[in-house]
């Protein structure tokens, strides 16, 4: 099982920026799925996620109303939008996806590369 992620880079601050994570071998919708980061010096830390055979959403508190989890069923995808990106947003954003909710709400999943956004002040 392979997760990719894309879409990270460098943006200003109050500008927007959206992820995507693909995934070979199994089928999103049949998975729960979230967005984790990690900033430097920091432990990982939960962003967002939708429940395994849901369209229900989860947020870290911080990134609620700015922040979108959307699963692409065409493309087997899920994205992440950002917007309103501050400078603590910068981290590297990791996909993670997992067979119950359980097991990704305890990290017990597959994992992405990690994409890397930096929003500059």
């Known amino acids: 099982v392979q997760l990719q992620a894309s879409g990270g880079g460098l943006v200003r601050a109050g500008g927007s920026r959206k992820l995507s994570c693909t995934a070979s071998?199994?089928?999103?919708?049949?998975?729960?799925v979230g967005w984790f980061r990690q900033a430097p010096g920091k432990e990982r830390e939960f962003v967002a996620a939708?429940?395994?055979?849901?369209?229900?959403?989860v947020y870290e508190d911080s990134v609620k109303g700015r922040f979108t989890i959307s699963r692409d069923r065409t493309e087997n995808a899920v994205h992440l939008q950002m917007n309103s990106l501050k400078p603590e947003d910068t981290a590297v954003y990791y996909c993670?996806?997992?067979?119950?909710?359980?097991?990704?709400?305890?990290?017990?999943?597959?994992w992405g590369q990690g994409t890397l956004v930096t929003v500059s002040s």
């Open positions: 939708l429940p395994r055979n849901s369209d229900s959403t």
């Open positions: 071998e199994f089928a999103f919708r049949r998975y729960a």
């Open positions: 993670a996806s997992a067979p119950t909710d359980a097991k990704l709400e305890r990290r017990d999943a597959f």
